[in-house]
DNA sequence: TAGTCCGGGACACTTGGTGTCCCTGGTAAT
DNA sequence: ATTACCAGGGACACCAAGTGTCCCGGACTA
């Protein structure tokens, strides 16, 4: 029963904060703000306007705005030997932080992320993908968001297949960025269900956009010299000449096994990949732990080399069973932007500290 | 069971609204007007800008600008035809739907007043005194934010006394705009509890405050040759004339029959009153439900007349059980701003509900 | 007493929001 | 088919609010 409380709570409060992300985006990002500063002015108190500019990395007019407003409402109290936080403003603080992890953490994981895998910009959203359907949504959205922002007139997009990209496309609308833009399918078929696929979810994407795009017809599972031959199929080498100076890269990463399997591999190859420690696949790569390719799929398409010349790399990736997928792939440094969610994210940062001597505590 | 899931639920968003409320105030302003817009598109889809823009009693280009927030979160698709809500924007309404109330109600709430009480502002607050505990904070917060507002340097500032009042002042703290403030009780003594005496809280509200008070010392319950004798005190006229040179007045409103046991008064007594129709109190007033004064209390301060010379007056009043007694010194005209919360406002609006024919469902 | 912190005031500057206009394109009615 | 109207989008000048920066009077401390 208290676990029914717990979710119908939970789902409520849920609610709230998903449509004031829809309604008032930045909403968050004010809170956190305006929490650090309480948070700062706890801890330091009586503290100044300069010496606690400095410590939160701002400038002292814009610290100041903050101040008069909190002051105003009576949450910090203005001395002449400091600053410092009022009754009330203490008990705000302190009914914060039942919920401070709920409303902030995920920025918090974001960072460690960021620190741990060595990627630019790692960005985490709610929920599990691999406990709840909404995980998958919320990803959705925010890659879509991505996708608009960093679109530009006249880009070539490659995409990937899978179903985290798919639920991509639901979420995508006609933007003056996509003007010119062209999506191109990162691989042939790739053994999926067609409505995964590379060559579907491109022509999604510009359908939904207002964009055009490329298909890219090679079967999966190509002998040697059938990938020779198509290469010099006049419609293929376009595409991949296309592929080759893509600027924006959007792509799901799988998990080792689970693709193989979605593939169609034989029990005898999934042992073999497993034998290679493989853990983690994308565009068609098996990475092991150490992000070293152990297999490809007999296919054509996008190379890593590719990958690594585009100037955005839209990683995205969740469910916590995909942690060790994504760790591998993080080690292919061509990666400048990783969306995952709540449930990968704490996976990941679970895994570093289990690597780590039971000692390690700090950092 | 399903009760206790409500409560825990509402509970805890309530809870995030109240520190969404300390820490963003003007939030749920902005989701209103981004809601109302919503509608708007919704019910006249496809629109264009400018019909719009008369629709909602804007410009255009203010409009436009939150229009492209809009489309930019995939919330509504803009085309040639005109503006239409999306599949996600329909789903984030209708999500809305349940919430709207808690959200918005209560600004809906204060206009219906405004009209049903002609008051220039009724401000409402969430919760219900007469149900629970932090009703009573949340007047308090706002009754203390308003008189913040109001007050304005050497300003000479009424109060009564009340635990209402006595609720402003936990939310008080110092400000510039006290700066040369003078406290005065609008009441000596009215035999209540100390704590909630006018006197006492007027030397609370200018200690929270910084600012300077006065003390109204004389008993309740005088004969009239006591009275004429008193005021000829040097000590109590002073304080008399500041009374009436007072800009800006807060005081509560009492239920009649209440605020007459609570002031000892014999069951005669009250019987007196509920037979002349006293329903409201004030100042130490009684009124009828018609607002007409049927009895006062013996003793001196303040009068009615000095309270309709102030520039401001702010009146706090909650808990559904004062409904009648806010309508009945609603009547006095004498009134600015009405602060009171939503089980009172809700029962007023009841009240008149019901004393009109069953088929004025219209307005 | 001198130095160093404090908050608050002042002021110029820049940026972003805003009012206003026009343009092109699509739709619908003639 | 043509015309007239309304759609969204672009452009641009303008104003105001936010911002960087400096200084001042006061209080505490060494």
Redesign the pocket.
Known sequence: MSLVILIEDESRMRSLLDIQKQLVPDLIHIMRKRYDLMQSIRYLQ???????AQNLQ???????????LL?DWGLIH??????SCTEEGLQLLSNMESMADELFGFSDLAIQLERLLHINKVIVVAGDMDVSEWGKKELGRVGAALLKLHAEEDDVIAITGGSTIAAVSEHLT???HFRGVQFVPGRGGLGEKVELQANTLASIFAAKTGAQYRLLHVPDRLGPDAVQSLMGEEQVSEVLQLLKRSRVIMHGIGDAVAMAKRRKYTDLEISELTELGAVGEAFGYYFNAAGEIVHRMPTIGITLDNVRQADVVLSLAGGSSKAKAIMSFAKQSCQTVLITDEGAARAIVGQFRQARHPDAQLL
Do not use: F, Q
């Open positions: 009586p503290v100044g306007r300069r010496a606690l701002t400038t002292e007019r814009i610290l100041r705005a903050e101040v008069d002051k203005v001395s002449p030997i400091g600053m006609p933007s003056p």
